[in-house]
């Protein structure tokens, strides 16, 4: 099995600061850029199925490639970004600032009306045992946020630290490729790792 987890293009909320959470917003100009360089890329790897949040973000970002070629694709609440509850739609600071007068980040801090990063992990660890199973021998797409695309990998790879989260953090750019060839002795091999080669020159 082969699982290729990219993250959504960029919208005007990723360009203003702004987290959201599961809101949405427009992806920019570049943002649509981004998408269609990415559908080429994509458009030369083998795809049997793809699963996508179904936030509006990500059905937008994979458009250029179901214009390019025909693969049948589930929205899947499970994939959403973290629900960050009071702090959806708002300034990046505002969470920034609420977490260090809580101790500071840890995955199990769950923000009020929302989620916790444990809790995104959980969600996601249902998900993606279901479609190994399900999709077995597949070249999977997997379509998802910077969250959840992080915690689909902290439970591939049995993480939980705050020192991957910190890395990851830093890689994920939007519509950073990952590709991962599953093995049924848990030793996953990463083929490509936030590989954003198709992005060269804009």
């Known amino acids: 099995m082969r699982?290729?987890?990219?993250?959504h293009a960029q919208t005007e909320g990723n360009e203003k600061g702004i987290i959201q959470g599961i809101n949405d917003s427009d992806l920019t100009e570049l943002g649509r850029k981004q998408a269609k360089r990415l559908a080429i890329r994509l458009s030369k790897i083998k795809i049997d199925i793809i699963y996508s949040s179904d936030l509006e973000r990500c059905k937008k970002t994979i458009v250029p490639l179901l214009k390019m070629k025909k693969i049948p694709i589930n929205y899947v609440k499970e994939l959403r970004e973290r629900d960050y509850g009071i702090f959806n739609g708002k300034a990046g600071g505002d969470y920034v600032n609420w977490t260090k007068s809580h101790g500071g980040f840890n995955i199990d801090l769950k923000v009020p009306e929302g989620e916790s990063h444990k809790d995104v992990i959980e969600r996601t660890g249902k998900f993606l045992k279901k479609i190994l199973k399900?999709?077995?021998?597949?070249?999977?797409?997997?379509?998802?946020?910077?969250g959840s695309k992080r915690a689909?990998?902290?439970?591939?790879?049995?993480?939980?630290?705050q020192d991957y989260i910190n890395e990851t953090r830093e890689f994920s750019k939007n519509t950073a490729v990952t590709?991962?060839?599953?093995?049924?002795?848990?030793?996953?091999?990463?083929?490509?790792?936030y590989s954003v080669?198709?992005?060269?020159?804009l």
């Open 3 to 7: 699982l290729i987890i990219i993250r």
């Open 134 to 146: 399900s999709e077995k021998g597949k070249n999977v797409l997997i379509v998802a946020h910077g």
């Open 152 to 161: 689909l990998l902290m439970n591939l790879f049995d993480r939980r630290d």
């Open 179 to 193: 590709i991962i060839n599953i093995k049924e002795d848990g030793k996953h091999h990463i083929e490509s790792f």
């Open 197 to 201: 080669e198709h992005l060269e020159d």
